[in-house]
């Protein structure tokens, strides 16, 4: 149980263009979703945490007109990535809470973004 | 600031070893203590966690022992097989207020050679 859908796992776009990634508890309903973005070799680091039908509270530093997060349902998060420039190639995860479980989070399996 | 601090930044065992990987952190509201294993292109993955009133956790060959003192605790992988090769990340919780916000340490990479 607790699975976490991400997609797509792997895209490649055009500068200039905006990228939608899809988070998606697959058996649990998650009040809250985390996104984080990785670069190689290097930690995690949270971009921002959305509460469903609520606005997405960032961290510092994350620019929200750049990185629109929606969290419309119970069940799904998208996160935007606007008018992609090369410097957002990244790797990123969403990770989603499930009230009822002793974790505090479960993660997907990332979304490798590369903008050309 | 870094609130939670992971050595080494890598780590080479032969088969069968015991790496040991350590964490300390600073905040003492932390109060859920989690290993994540990654393997290249996926998402971390719950290994073990343990939360301050225990000294220290095993399931299977993974221990996490933790010193709640000197705000520090580790994970211990036995008998290590090569198929732990991956990157470990230690990481802290504070409840409910915060979301379960997770604070994660930089990282080992672990290569187990066979």
């Known amino acids: 149980g607790a699975v976490v859908s991400q997609h797509p796992s792997w895209v490649i776009c055009k500068s200039g263009t905006s990228v939608k990634i899809e988070c998606r508890s697959l058996d649990f309903q998650a009040t809250t979703m985390f996104w984080y973005r990785q670069f190689p070799k290097q930690s995690l680091m949270l971009m921002a945490t959305?509460?469903?039908?609520?606005?997405?509270?960032?961290e510092q530093g994350v620019e929200k007109d750049k990185f629109l997060i929606n969290h419309a349902s119970l069940t799904l998060s998208t996160l935007t990535v606007t008018s992609a420039h090369p410097e957002d190639s990244s790797f990123y995860i969403c990770?989603?809470?499930?009230?009822?479980?002793?974790?505090?989070?479960?993660f997907g399996d990332g979304t490798r973004l590369s903008i050309l | 600031q870094q609130q939670v601090k992971q050595s080494p930044q890598s780590l080479i065992v032969q088969k069968g070893g015991i790496p040991i990987i350590n964490c300390a952190y600073e905040n003492t509201a932390f109060d859920y203590f989690p290993w994540y294993q990654q393997f290249p292109g996926k998402g971390p993955a719950l290994l073990i966690a343990i939360r301050p009133d225990v000294s220290e956790k095993k399931e299977g060959r993974f221990t996490i022992s933790f010193n709640k003192s000197a705000k520090q605790f580790s994970l211990h992988i036995m008998d290590s097989q090569p198929g732990d090769s991956a990157t470990y990340f230690c990481?802290?919780?504070?409840?409910?207020?915060?979301?379960?916000?997770?604070?994660f340490g930089k990282g080992t990479l672990l290569t187990v050679n066979p």
């Open positions: 990481a802290a919780s504070i409840p409910r207020g915060s979301n379960y916000k997770l604070t």
């Open positions: 990770s989603a809470r499930n009230r009822y479980s002793n974790q505090p989070q479960h």
């Open positions: 959305s509460n469903e039908g609520s606005k997405a509270t960032y």
